[in-house]
């Protein structure tokens, strides 16, 4: 029997300096290669397109598209692929949407080089990774729901209105969205018209700062 190959991945994080310590983790792991990097969720999913990797790391506060945006993007695209969260954020309302975004690991930066390799086995075997707190939100949120009988709040707007919103709240025309999510001018249109009527909003400075109140992009 031959040698397992390695576990291909794909880091995604604006911060230059923070994809390269990753970098040093893992690639010091015989079973762990990053054979892809990528400063953005946009370019993130474009790499996966490309390279295929088994597992992608991504960062939540990035530019064109979030972390959570991406993984929901790769989740449908590339549904054999795996997905870890790597973040600063020790936020419930992050690790539920990362969860849904279908995420199989959360793990903190304060503690990657400590979790972040063993995150990284067990997403490849098909195991979730939570770090403590996150497995603590997330019984606490069972059992709040139990005790009122309901489920979660429904979304306001659609996953792909909000990487609209997101992207135009960015300075981006039309056009340039409408490359950077694969769809039509004619299309973005149509969700940058229905973001302002569902949120009653009037023009792009308005859902600019929605942007912002809503976590997309920082002040």
Known sequence: MGEVPPTRILLADDHALVRRGVRLILDNEPDLSVVAEAADGAEAVAQARIERPDLAILDIAMPRLTGLQAARELSRLLPEMRILILTMYDNEQYFFEALKAGASGYVLKSVADRDLVEACRAAVRGESFLYPGAVNA????YLDRVAKGDDQPRRTITHREEEVLKLV?????????????FISVKT????????????????????TRYAIRAGLIEP
């Open 188 to 207: 973005v249109e149509r969700h940058r018209a229905n973001l302002l009527q569902k949120l009653g909003l009037r023009d792009r400075l308005e859902l």
């Open 138 to 141: 997330l019984i606490r949120n």
């Open 169 to 181: 709240a960015e300075g981006y025309s039309s056009k340039q969205i409408a490359d950077v999510l």
